[in-house]
Antibody, heavy 120, light 110 residues
Framework: QVQLQESGPGLVKPSQTLSLTCTVSGGSVSSGSYFWAWIRQPAGKKLEWIGRVYTSGSTYYNPSLKSRVTMSIDTSKNQFSLKLTSVTAADTAVYYC????????????WGKGTTVTVSS | QSVLTQPPSASGTPGQRVTISCSGSSSNTGTNSVNWYQQLPGTAPKLLIYSNNQRPSGVPDRFSGSKSGTSASLAISGLQSEDEADFYCAAWDDNLNGPVFGGGTKLTVL
């Protein structure tokens, strides 16, 4: 059973870059069974899909965040990562990594989530 | 404003049946299947229903889903106190080329 765990700084200063990593256990990022996705949820608000990366390294981002987002995959560490540049308070949220079945919005496995606060 | 529209709240007493609606458009729920997620307080969302009406292993059959046209519904029968949670619908959006979510429905068990 695949399990996911997010990690990264809980506090980021405005205008800086948010960097998170999701470590995969019980499975391999190279398996090709899933796409690997990032989703975020501001406090008291709805879920927002940020984007996805595939085992090949191909990516697709939500157009609303595309100019600031980079995702990558590290098969040697069995991890995938998220970078979000030029953050503002509006980027404060719980960030989740999840598996994603393409074209069906099905996210079977989620990490527990990590809270990122943007503040000086 | 969410792409998928859900009522912000729903409630019921133990043992009752409650339904939660989800309304979208031709680019998402009208064309693609709907999934439902349950988010217990302080936890990550959990897949509850996929492909409109399929339950992942381990999800009780008290939970059921349906879809007609651009609308979908989640039904919970035999309501239990532990069902108190936020419920989100989600569907693939062909314009976004990614998943979109409803605004969430907070279920209260009275």
């Amino acid at each position: 059973q695949v399990q996911l765990q997010e990690s990264g700084p809980g506090l980021v200063k405005p205008s800086q870059t948010l960097s998170l990593t999701c470590t995969v256990s019980g499975g391999s990022v190279s398996s090709g069974s899933y796409f690997w996705a990032w989703i975020r949820q501001p406090a008291g608000k709805k879920l927002e899909w940020i984007g996805r990366v595939y085992t090949s390294g191909s990516t697709y981002y939500n157009p609303s965040l595309k100019s600031r987002v980079t995702m990558s995959i590290d098969t040697s560490k069995n991890q995938f990562s998220l970078k979000l540049t030029s953050v503002t308070a509006a980027d404060t949220a719980v960030y989740y990594c999840a598996t994603l079945t393409w074209k069906v919005a099905r996210m079977d496995v989620w990490g527990k989530g990590t809270t990122v606060t943007v503040s000086s | 404003q969410s792409v998928l529209t859900q009522p912000p709240s729903a409630s019921g007493t133990p043992g009752q049946r409650v339904t939660i609606s989800c309304s979208g458009s031709s680019s998402n729920t009208g064309t693609n299947s709907v999934n439902w997620y349950q988010q217990l307080p302080g936890t990550a969302p959990k897949l509850l229903i996929y492909s409109n009406n399929q339950r992942p292993s381990g999800v009780p059959d008290r939970f059921s889903g349906s879809k007609s046209g651009t609308s979908a519904s989640l039904a919970i029968s035999g309501l239990q106190s532990e069902d108190e949670a936020d419920f989100y619908c989600a569907a693939w959006d062909d314009n976004l080329n990614g998943p979109v979510f409803g605004g969430g429905t907070k279920l209260t068990v009275l």
